[in-house]
């Protein structure tokens, strides 16, 4: 079955300590990107990347890396969390071709205390 | 990309054509119109998008109007699992971002 996979789907961590939430994909899509969605803020894209070993800042890039080793996977990386970064992620890809729809995992809630 | 307008809710019986207006009056000819939902906190599901033709999938219709200003998505048979957010999104061809208004909250009534 065609899907975007993102792990963990939820987690409850403190300010300052590094996690990583994990992103895959098994259509072989080129283009992969990350939204948080905030109420009353929508959706609003931190990072994407056209394909292997490129990446490029989205709207709200603060705070986060991201890597692009391999096609399939395209990690969310939060150096030293805080507070303000408590949202849903979603981690999207699509193939080459900018008409071609995206395809959304189904979402990690973080919670930073 | 073109900003778009949407009705904050709607509602429809279960069983009847739900029908969800978007206005996009700035658009222009390289853009397109897609539509996706949100079911509860659940990631955003592609439905439809189209140009300037109407298309229809196995999920749904989408109505462009001749002038592309607007457009309407069509839910033949609404049932209760239809019951979601939906988001008309207006994008270049040149472009892969999608950006998200705050879209049309459907619930659909038994």
């Known amino acids: 079955e065609a899907q975007v996979t993102q792990n963990p789907r939820y987690l409850i961590t403190v300010t300052g300590k590094k996690l990583t939430v994990t992103c895959s994909q098994n259509m072989n899509h080129e283009y992969m990107s990350w939204y948080r969605q905030d109420p009353g803020l929508g959706l609003r894209q931190i990072y994407y990347s056209m394909n292997v070993e490129v990446t490029d800042k989205g709207d709200v890039p603060e705070g986060y890396k991201v890597s692009r080793k391999e096609k399939r996977n395209f990690p969310l990386i939060l150096e030293s969390p805080s507070p303000n970064q408590t949202s849903l992620y979603f981690c999207?890809?699509?193939?080459?071709?900018?008409?071609?729809?995206?395809?959304f995992g189904d979402g990690t809630r973080l919670s930073i205390l | 990309d073109a900003k778009t307008t949407q009705p904050p809710s709607m509602d429809c019986a279960e069983g009847r054509a739900a029908n969800l207006p978007c206005n996009h009056s700035?658009?222009?000819?390289?853009?397109?119109v897609y539509w996706y939902r949100q079911i509860h906190s659940q990631g955003p599901q592609y439905i439809i998008h189209g140009l300037k033709n109407n298309e229809t999938n196995e999920m749904a219709s989408l109505i462009i109007t001749e002038d592309r200003k607007s457009s309407t998505l069509i839910l033949p048979h609404a049932t209760l699992r239809d019951t979601a957010v939906y988001y008309c999104?207006?994008?270049?061809?040149?472009?892969?971002?999608?950006?998200f208004g705050s879209g049309t909250r459907l619930l659909v009534r038994p």
């Open positions: 999207a890809s699509s193939p080459t071709g900018k008409v071609q729809p995206q395809h």
């Open positions: 999104i207006v994008k270049m061809d040149s472009s892969y971002k999608l950006i």
């Open positions: 700035t658009i222009s000819g390289n853009e397109y």
